[in-house]
T-cell receptor, first 113, second 114 residues
Framework: AQSVSQHNHHVILSEAASLELGCNYS??????LFWYVQYPGQHLQLLLK??????LVKGIKGFEAEFIKSKFSFNLRKPSVQWSDTAEYFC???????????FGTGTRLKVLA | ETGVTQSPTHLIKTRGQQVTLRCSSQ?????VSWYQQALGQGPQFIFQ???????GRGNFPPRFSGLQFPNYSSELNVNALELDDSALYLC?????????????FGSGTQLSVL
């Protein structure tokens, strides 16, 4: 079955630390990949997306993600986190030709000031 | 703000009852999709509507049904509620139905089934 796995359920970092959140998907065909973020009390919003081309994509607020096809991975990174990055982060896959987004279970990030 | 509003924000029902959740999309957004997010899980795709017709469905039973109206509003109906239906229900709208469309999410309706 198609699925998205996020390995870290809870992450706690100090400000200025580097961040990497893991995401793996299981689907053998072409897939579009996304990271969504939900800040406390707010709605889900798009952080970045990958469809094709350069496997390193840059999103808002200094986030980036790298698509590694051979590893079925799309990890999210940020060199230096801020307290305002405290949020829940969801990785999602959209198999080509479908409208069924498949979300991971999310990673709760807490950044300590 | 995404321009997508959902009502009500919270709802309590008992097992066996029926519920209607509402969503108002951004003006001009012809596609709306609904997701169920259980506690500790990611959103799960229920179905999608494009110009008032269902054009995609996830692994949910027929007691989950929907409607989309020409005024960019939509409904999710759930019949014969079960305890496991307790979840946050999210709607998301987009301009069209191409796979590169950005989804705009509402804040959700928290449904509790007792």
């Amino acid at each position: 079955a198609q699925s998205v796995s996020q390995h870290n359920h809870h992450v706690i970092l100090s400000e200025a630390a580097s961040l990497e959140l893991g995401c793996n998907y299981s689907y053998g065909g072409t897939v579009n990949l996304f990271w969504y973020v939900q800040y406390p009390g707010q709605h889900l919003q798009l952080l970045l997306k990958y469809f094709s081309g350069d496997p390193l994509v840059k999103g808002i607020k200094g986030f980036e993600a790298e698509f590694i096809k051979s590893k079925f991975s799309f990890n999210l990174r940020k060199p230096s986190v801020q307290w305002s990055d405290t949020a829940e982060y969801f990785c999602a896959a959209l198999p080509s030709g479908t409208y069924k987004y498949i979300f991971g279970t999310g990673t709760r990030l807490k950044v300590l000031a | 703000e995404t321009g997508v509003t959902q009502s009500p924000t919270h709802l309590i029902k008992t097992r066996g009852q029926q519920v209607t959740l509402r969503c108002s999309s951004q003006s001009g957004h012809n596609t709306v999709s609904w997701y169920q997010q259980a506690l500790g899980q990611g959103p799960q795709f229920i179905f999608q509507y494009y110009r008032e017709e269902e054009n995609g469905r996830g692994n949910f039973p027929p007691r989950f049904s929907g409607l989309q109206f020409p005024n960019y509003s939509s409904e999710l109906n759930v019949n014969a509620l079960e305890l496991d239906d307790s979840a946050l229900y999210l709607c998301a709208s987009s301009l069209g139905f191409a796979t590169n469309e950005k989804l705009f999410f509402g804040s959700g309706t928290q449904l509790s089934v007792l």
